[in-house]
């Protein structure tokens, strides 16, 4: 983390050189000297990051580092609040008064002695740089993510600690695996086993190795653990040895010397060619390892296998373009086998007392089915005095702390984290501000990496695609499990593990990332960066310094005393804070030292019961990010349009919707006229649409990327078809009407004004349409759509079906004719399907062809469908089919197997909508 501390605090200071010399005067040449000791330092952090657990001294040389950097940022702020450019109106003009007034003179020396302050302590860390640089030799080629050479170990012990409780659960996917490997296929074929540090990958493949069916079908058997730490050519060297031993021959003599990796694959390859072989690569870590290892490995026809584990997707399917390949992801063990295996270890013949049951479950609970947390649990348990309920609740309290054995299990899932690259590792230690088991908006996690700053745009990619990109590769590397796989990522959450975030939290606390205020807290660091209040009961006193604040977060608390507590807070000096959010907090109204905080660029009072947006809000110059969602706000004022540099403006609430009566989805807000001087908006959404003029304003917003409007009327559909005819960068757009009988009218959208929605990819549109519009077939771009309440007469899967892109449609009360029919080769990239409250529907079917990549059809208020789905056998990949409310005759159909049920066996997951229980699996398809 200190090495991405260290790169932003080169960047600022690069700003400030650049752009405030004549301001800095004679601090610049002692700026330029911090910056360069900084940019020395830097490529050791990467090395000294990497091997800081196996040498305290490097660990605290380290966290020295680390404290200098966030102490350099600080003068650096402090003297762009007093100094800089952007300090209001008319600076530049006036830049010599401000510099000589009598309080910026005494600011100017006070910094100038901090900056030498600093250059005085970065010269004694620099000399304790240069120590350890010559104690540990070179260390450019070292890996910046190399945790050491103990994964090996570490692997080992995951696969004995396992192997202990003889684990519970492992038949079906270990028969599951089996056939893969005896399918009969003659070519050569890659079986990948994916899943998070301590699942059990190792212990499962083991089993599946040592099957006595699986020994007799391979004539070579070899086990290969790689590990973090895979120097390819002594890899291949320790591989060759086994191989031949394997079969009682004599390892060829060169082997041993050889220093060339092209040779030692030639070897292997000649070895197995006309073999066949079953060899496991055990803990691959690097996509490289495998487009390095598999020139070592003859195709052939003789039907060998290859075996992989693994904690990074990429990984499992790296091998998927060139070889027959198959993917089998470990799932954390149910609760039923959870609590088995853990009385198994705990208790060994004798079942749980009942007055233990809670604190066992507790505990177990925490494990999340994860098999190598079980399993340590329990042995520790095993050995504390049953009789004692108190020694119970201490493990619970300090779960990975109490024990070797625990620790060694908090130290194979750190090896995950410790083999991210810095930017990564940063993104996920911010993960540990949220409570425990809390549901983490992908939308509320980025928005705020990208104001923490930790998030830099590339070329071609937005902040907001790159931050995705993030947490796309900490998924990938089962660091994070998605909970909510929607396509719309204002929906979409994510989940981390209880022991993964105990990690984080206490690697957190540790490196002063986070303070979390929480109960009674009453003890406060001396440095307090980034606050996080999760139902905070204590109180603040004066005495508490928040000078250092750069982010103040909050979870949703019903603490009364909100604004009060938050009023506290902000007067404890911390006016260098960027990060607002508020989100859930009790408040009715800002509090007015908001309003003094000149540095904030991201403010959320989103989920509050704030209403009245004051004028003071325009005294906020740097703020990009705005989310006023869910609030009672309707009307934004003038002052509004003083912030230039707002990128994102979010005002909505939401009203509870019927399928059959409501039309009223969002609430907009009223914005000031001339809202298009907001030159620099990429979001904006819900505006109400007031009349022609407004919407002629949106056509000046060239940046914007997301847009929402409510309130529509017929009549100013032509001003808004003139406006998005100008906003090439349009990738969402929202459209809602002003009550249930007005007309969407977007038909003044001809080719040449369509064409400019190239960038389109999200279009939903709310009211009533007396025909698709035409344009909407020529967005080649569009990968969602969704219909609500179109109440079309024709059939609008005429229009859609041939969008080469599309992946989701939602067709809600879109619909009032009585057959719709999916045709052959329509809609090619379909993935998800919701049919809702089409009221006059008596007929759906699908032909074979169409739709070949659906996995998930949802349908939902059918009340006139005569019969199940004709054609839905043809969906062959449909993984999930969600039936709401069905009516009698769907209901009869699948509670009576018949001939025709058939035609749905294929589908491994049908749920049915319970008012009471929500979406339960049906009977006839539980596993």
Known sequence: MTVHIVSLVLNQLSVLLRDEAKLLGGLAQEIQLIMDELGHMKAFLKFAEAKEQDDPRLEEWVMQVQDVAYDVQDIVEEFMLRFGCNHGHGFRGHARKIITSVGNLQARHRIALEVQSMKSRITGISEGHKRYQSEYGTYGNVSASDPGNNSWQC?????????????????????????????????????????????????????????????????ILAWATVSQTCYMEEFLKDLIQQLYQGTGKPVPQEAASMNNTDRLKAIVKDFLRVKRYLIVFDDVWDVRFWDVIKFALPEGCCGSRVMLTTRIADVAYASDVEFHSYVHRMQPLSSEASWNLFCKKTFKNSSCPDYLKDVAQRILRKCEGLPLAIVAIGGVLALKDKSKVDEWKIVERSLLDCSDKLDRVGKILSLSYHDLPHHLRTCFLYASIFPEDYQIEEARLIRLWIAEGFI?????????????????????????????????????????????????????????????????????????????????????????????????????????????????????????????????????????????????????????????????????????YLDLSFTAVSELPEEILHIRGLLHLVAYAFQHVTYEYDINGFNGFKAPNNIGRLLSLEWLFYIEANDASMMREIGELKQLKRLGITSLRRENGKELCSSLGRLSNLEQLYVQVSHKDEVIDLNYMKSSLSSSLENLQMLCLRGRLEKVPKFICSLQGLTSIELLWSELIDDPLESLQHLPNLQTMDLNQAYQGEVLCFKAGSFPKLEQLNILALSGLRWLSVEAGAMPNLLELGMANLKFLEEFPRGIQHLTNLQSLYLCHPNERLDAFLKNPFEDYQRITHIPEIFIWDDEDGWCRHPQFRQ
């Open 456 to 624: 830099q745009g590339r070329t071609r990619m937005s902040q907001y695609e790159v931050a995705r990109a993030c947490l796309s590769e900490l998924t990938n590397r089962s660091l994070i499990q998605l909970r909510d796989d929607s396509y719309d990522s204002s929906t979409r959450a994510y989940h981390i593990h209880d022991l993964f975030r105990e990690i984080i939290v206490s690697k957190s606390s540790k490196q002063h990332f986070a303070t979390t205020a929480t109960g009674e807290l009453t003890s406060w660091p001396k440095k307090v960066r980034r606050l996080v209040i999760h139902d905070f009961t204590g109180h603040t006193h004066r005495s508490i310094c928040l000078k250092y604040l750069r982010s103040l977060v909050t979870f949703k608390s019903s603490e009364p005393s909100s604004k009060s507590l938050l009023s506290n807070l902000l007067r404890g000096g911390c006016r260098l804070l960027k990060v607002l959010d508020l989100e859930g907090a009790e408040l009715e109204e800002m509090p007015d030292e908001i309003f003094k905080l000149y540095h904030l660029k991201f403010l959320s009072l989103k989920h509050t019961r704030v209403k009245i947006i004051p004028k003071s809000i325009g005294r906020l110059r740097n703020l990009e």
């Open 155 to 219: 692997n080992r012990d995951e696969a004995l600690l396992v192997e202990e409780a003889k684990l519970v659960g492992i038949d079906s996917p270990k028969q599951q695996l089996i056939c893969q490997l005896l399918d009969g296929c003659s070519q050569l074929k890659v079986v990948s086993v994916l899943g998070m540090g301590g699942i059990g990958k190792t212990t499962l493949v083991k089993k599946v190795q040592e099957d006595a069916n699986v020994k007799r079908q391979f004539e």
